[in-house]
């Protein structure tokens, strides 16, 4: 079994940076992809970033160059840099491993809030 812990949510003012972590328990290299997704009130759950091990990273269009997703694998974890934080990205963010298997098998994360005021 897998576990993803998320940590570094927490409520930011508009403008302002936050750093999460996921720390893996096992090497994260032996996943296709890692990411980060979130989900606000009352919607569905979107990919806020990933990055895949043989591939360049992705980002959704609302975060792209606010953002910054990384990894190290010495250490199972990945990173997403928040800057320029705005109050549409208040959500719980979800860490996530995605296997090289096919079809692919998604582990999760608990989620940590990222609430950002106005």
Do not use: H
């Amino acid at each position: 079994q897998v576990r993803l812990v998320e940590s570094g949510g927490g409520l930011r003012q508009a403008g302002e940076s936050l750093r999460l972590s996921c720390a893996a328990s096992r090497n994260i290299f032996s996943f296709a992809t890692m990411g980060w997704y979130r989900q606000a009130p009352g919607k569905q759950r979107e990919l806020v970033a990933d990055i895949p091990n043989r591939s360049t990273t992705n980002y959704a269009d609302s975060v792209k160059g606010r953002f910054t997703i990384s990894r190290d694998n010495a250490k199972n974890t990945v990173y997403l840099q928040m800057n320029s934080l705005k109050p549409e990205d208040t959500a719980v963010y979800y860490c996530n491993a995605k296997t090289a298997t096919i079809p692919p098998y998604n582990y999760w994360g608990q989620g940590t809030q990222v609430t950002v005021s106005s």
